[in-house]
């Protein structure tokens, strides 16, 4: 079939023409001979789901599910992802969300590839330098086709851990829709409570990613816990936690440990009406506990064990201001009403911050609409350098989704460290579609 033919042919992408892209996207790639420590298959296909509750979805999968197969590799591996599109009619990509790859490798369909059709297939090839939990989704028409099931937790191993009896344990928050237009929050594909068995004792490692479109908020009750990573970035001596909320915008991931008791802990995403969530029990029976109230966890008081790159002193190459709001007017994609502006324009009108190897680069979010925006810069990891106006001191925060909600004012550095042209948009992807996307890019 030519689909046989298609995967057997290349390292190097598929042959479409890329000439009259703007970058030179054969140089940004990486390593295409070397030997990968992993090697994965993924095929996009339509597939009927079943959640929990029993009702079915007709979902977009890798693999026949979604989330897809969790990815995992160990920091420093070269990995090898041969994306095949079985049967989406729209073309897909895949972008590695958190994962900073040469801007070749991104999976931005019509900016670093062109979509992998139907019977076609394209190979990602680049070394992981970034341990942590990170996620993998669709990025053609991703408001669309990440709502619909095309996404993946991606677990990267630092090198230096050796614990292996630790539970490990990846829980993917996410919105199914269905036919007739209900919204279904959903954890995996639980869209009810879940019953999970762990024995005492045991330390345990839950990996929330937030897969979602909108801010969620979970809850752990029953046991003391820690957060120990905020978009993969190990945090610098986390305190111990019992009433915090953890509030994900879209597209972040925390990580959060915790020993098992010997009595029953309940992890729970909070929402309007009923909770979804977990129980975990050594018995697998333990009674439900939600814990539905109290303070926010405020992560600008953590941060990395990383050095610090830059501070409020730092002298930037570049500085940009970039205020968020929505507006009514006019009609955007074919659209009217409502869409989502970066300094009063919609993309491809919306800013191109350019900057060139080396910057050092600041960017300033204002929201001054009533939504929360997870902006996400790809290729690269911000460090917050203030929110509202305090300086973040102390150890840096790092992430690459920064959640802003409304009235929030956040001050950002990166290094252009990653040439290439970059997509630096709102994670809430309802959002980026109606406007709220823009790009970086390297002179
Ligand atoms: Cu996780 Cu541009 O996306
Ligand atoms: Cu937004």
Known sequence: ??????????????????????????????????????????????????????????????????????????????????????NIDSGVTIHWHGVDVPNGEDGVAGMTQ????????????????????????????????????????FIIHPSSQHETKTMDTTIVAHDWITPDGRNIPALDTADTFQRKMFNPGTPVRLRLVNAGNLTRTFSLNGVPFKVVAIDGYELNEPGTLTTSLLRIGG?????????????????????????????????????????????????????????ASFNTSTVFD????????QTYFGVYNGEAGQQWVINGKTFPDTPTLMVKEGDLVKTTFVNRSFADHPMHLHGHHVQVISKNGKPISGSPLVLDTVNIEPGETFEVAFLANNPGLWMDHCHNLDHAQKGMTMHVAYE
């Open 114 to 153: 062109d979509a992998v059709m139907p019977g076609e297939s394209y190979t990602y090839r680049f070394v992981v330098k970034e341990a942590g939990t990170h996620w993998y989704h669709s990025h053609q028409q991703s408001s669309i086709q990440v709502q619909k099931g095309l996404f993946g937790a």
């Open 318 to 325: 570049r500085t940009f201001t970039l205020i968020l709001d």
């Open 251 to 307: 597209g972040g991931r925390y990580d959060v440990e915790f020993i098992m008791p010997d009595t029953a802990v309940t992890l729970a995403m909070l929402m309007e009406g009923k909770p979804i969530g977990i129980v975990y029990s050594p018995d697998g029976h333990g009674k439900r506990n939600v814990l539905d109230e109290g303070e926010v966890l405020d992560i600008t008081k953590y941060g990395s064990p990383a050095q």
């Open 1 to 86: 079939s030519s689909l046989d033919e298609n995967t057997n042919a290349h390292h190097d992408g598929h042959d479409s023409n890329l000439d009259s892209k703007p970058i030179s996207v054969v140089e940004l790639k990486g390593p295409q001979t070397d030997i990968p420590e992993k090697k994965y298959v993924l095929y996009a296909e339509t597939r009927k789901i079943r959640l929990a509750s029993g009702e079915t979805i007709e979902a977009w999968t890798f693999n026949g599910q979604s989330p897809g197969p969790e990815l995992v590799a160990n920091e420093g591996d070269l990995v090898e992802v041969r994306l095949v599109n079985k």
